[in-house]
C-alpha cells in the first residue's frame, strides 16, 4: 500500500514538473474527448431523424367521401392480410382535421378554413409497413383490391419527393459518420503523440533519479508505474474537463433539439445513460494515457 501511494505521489508531481507540455496534453486530451463525444452524439441524432422520417413514409390510402364504413372495415381488413402490412390504422375526417389543427400555427389557420366550408379533408387508412423497399408493389396491391373502388388515391404519388428526402437524410449520416471517425482517430493519434512525448521528457529529465532508484534496488514496476499513473492522469483530467464542458451544451441545446427537431428521444437516452457516458469518457481518457505511456516508457526506460 505503501509503495503504491509513493507511486501515485510520484505520477502526481511528474504533472508539474513539465508544466507547459502537461497542459499541452491535457488540452488535447479535452479536445480529443469532446470531439468523439460531439460525433457519437450527431450519428445518434441523424439515425433517429432517419428513423422518424421513415415512420412517416409509409403508405396512405385516402377514401372518397362516399365510402361506406362496411366498405372501410372491408378494405382495411383486405390490406391487413398483405405480407409487407405491419398495421392498418384508419384515420376519419374530423380526425385529419384535429392532425391538421395542432400541427402547427398554419395548420391551425387551414384546419379554421377548412371547417368553414365543410371539412374537404378525405378520411384514410395509415398503412404502416414492414419494410419500404417494396411500396411501390404494396401500393399496386392495394389499388388492385377488389374493395378498391372507395379509394380516390395514395401518398405514393409523392413516393420519389420522400424517398429523396430518406436517401439524403442516409447520405449525410453516412457522411457524418466518415468524417467523425476519420477526425477522431486523427485526434486520438495526435493524443497519443503529445502523451507519448511528454512521459518521454519525463524520463529523461528523471535519468538520474532513476539511475539511483536502480542502484538502491528499486524493482521495474515501482520505476514505470509513476509514468503509466502520469499517462492515466492525463486522461482522468481531461475526461472531467470534457464532461464540464459538454454536459451543459447538452443542457443549453435541449430546447433547440426538442423544439425544432423533435429528438427528446435522443437526449432522453442520452441523460438516462450518463452513468456509462461519463465511463466511456474517462475510460477511453485513461486508456489513451496509459497507452501512451507505456509506448513511452517501452521505448526510452531500458531498465
Wanted: without cysteine; proline residues 2%.
Amino acid at each position: 500500500m505503501i509503495t503504491l501511494w509513493r507511486m501515485l505521489k510520484t505520477g502526481f508531481r511528474n504533472l508539474s514538473r513539465n508544466a507547459w507540455l502537461s497542459i499541452a496534453a491535457t488540452a488535447i486530451m479535452v479536445v480529443t474527448l469532446v470531439i468523439v463525444a460531439f460525433f457519437s452524439f450527431s450519428a445518434l441524432f441523424l439515425q433517429n431523424q432517419l428513423a422518424a422520417i421513415r415512420e412517416k413514409i409509409d403508405l396512405t390510402v385516402f377514401l372518397k367521401d362516399e365510402a361506406t364504413p362496411d366498405q372501410v372495415k372491408q378494405l382495411q381488413a383486405s390490406i391487413q392480410t398483405y405480407e409487407n402490412v405491419q398495421e392498418v390504422k384508419y384515420v376519419s375526417k374530423t380526425e385529419a382535421l384535429e392532425r391538421l389543427r395542432t400541427s402547427s400555427k398554419d395548420g391551425e389557420k387551414l384546419a379554421k378554413t377548412a371547417t368553414e366550408i365543410g371539412n374537404p379533408l378525405p378520411a384514410s387508412l395509415e398503412v404502416r409497413t414492414k419494410s419500404l423497399d417494396n411500396l411501390d408493389s404494396l401500393n399496386s396491391q392495394i389499388k388492385a383490391d377488389e374493395s378498391a373502388a372507395i379509394i380516390s388515391s395514395t401518398s405514393n404519388d409523392d413516393s420519389d419527393v420522400r424517398r429523396k428526402v430518406v436517401d439524403r437524410i442516409v447520405s449525410i449520416s453516412r457522411g457524418v459518420s466518415q468524417v467523425g471517425t476519420i477526425i477522431s482517430v486523427a485526434f486520438l493519434l495526435i493524443s497519443l503523440m503529445i502523451i507519448f512525448n511528454t512521459i518521454r521528457m519525463a524520463i529523461f529529465t528523471r535519468r538520474e533519479e532513476i539511475e539511483i532508484m536502480k542502484l538502491v534496488g528499486a524493482t521495474n514496476w515501482y520505476i514505470r508505474g509513476p509514468f503509466l499513473i502520469e499517462g492515466a492522469m492525463y486522461g482522468v483530467i481531461g475526461a472531467t474537463i470534457a464532461m464540464a464542458i459538454t454536459l451543459p451544451l447538452i443542457s443549453l441545446a435541449r430546447p433547440l433539439f426538442v423544439s425544432y427537431f423533435n429528438a427528446s428521444e435522443v437526449l432522453t437516452f442520452v441523460t438516462d445513460r450518463i452513468f456509462l457516458v461519463t465511463f466511456a469518457m474517462y475510460g477511453l481518457g485513461i486508456m489513451i494515457g496509459t497507452i501512451s505511456s507505456f509506448l513511452a516508457i517501452s521505448r526510452h526506460l531500458k531498465l
